[in-house]
């Protein structure tokens, strides 16, 4: 069973522009959550998309959004790159919504931001 | 989510176990206690999780006290490859459902020769 995929593994963008992140879930899984890493905030909550709609929001600003496909794949946009957002962003899947399944987590994607 | 208190770091030689404490006093009686790891620069690795009894896996055993305010998770022979950072979390149940890890600092694991 393939796990998560992220892409691309690694990225550079300058400040200002816009960048797009892609996560493949495991197959089956409909829930799909974004983190982002950094080492001064650890890892911090993005929004969870679950059947195409976004049901839980970190808080974050509104520069970071995010949608989720039929298939169950999802992106990430962050527009208006700052220094600050360079970071591991992370990507997990997971099968439902009952608290007691477990999330499985991608290899991220490392942006850095210049 | 209730809040978590793990030691920052722990040392332990190979072969032996690894036993890291949790303190999640404010923990609720719908609450799970989930374990997950990351290897430096990979993304975080589910290990184990539980409610109110003890579990065991391939990886790893999670003792839960009776009170539930404290859990530990036992690596049985810890290896070299499980040098990393251990996050303990404590998940319950979001209105409208859905998924949330709130991950605190951890613990870096050092397993040495």
């Known amino acids: 069973k393939a796990g998560v995929t992220q892409t691309p593994r690694y990225l550079i963008k300058t400040r200002g522009q816009q960048v797009t992140l892609s996560c493949s879930p495991i197959s089956g899984h409909r829930s799909v959550s974004w983190y982002q890493q950094t080492p001064g905030q650890g890892l911090q909550f993005l929004f969870e998309?679950?059947?195409?709609?976004?049901?839980n929001k970190g808080n974050f600003p509104g520069r970071f959004s995010g949608r989720q496909f039929s298939n169950s794949r999802s992106e990430m946009n962050v527009s208006t790159l700052e220094l600050g957002d360079s970071a591991l962003y992370l990507c997990?899947?997971?099968?439902?919504?009952?608290?007691?399944?477990?999330?499985?987590f991608g290899q991220g994607t490392r942006l850095t931001v210049v | 989510d209730a809040k978590t208190t793990q030691p920052p770091s722990m040392d332990c030689a190979e072969g032996r176990a690894a036993n890291l404490p949790c303190n999640h006093s404010t923990i609720s009686g719908n609450e799970y206690v989930y374990w997950y790891r990351q290897i430096h620069s990979q993304g975080p690795q589910y290990i184990i999780h539980g409610l109110k009894n003890n579990e065991t896996n391939e990886m790893a055993s999670l003792i839960i006290t009776e009170d539930r305010k404290s859990s530990t998770l036992i690596l049985p022979h810890a290896t070299l490859r499980d040098t990393a950072v251990y996050y303990c979390i404590v998940r319950g149940i979001l209105t409208g459902g859905g998924n949330k890890l709130t991950f605190g600092t951890g613990t870096q694991l050092k397993v040495e020769l």
């Open positions: 998309y679950f059947s195409e709609t976004q049901r």
């Open positions: 997990a899947s997971s099968s439902g919504s009952r608290v007691g399944t477990e999330a499985f």
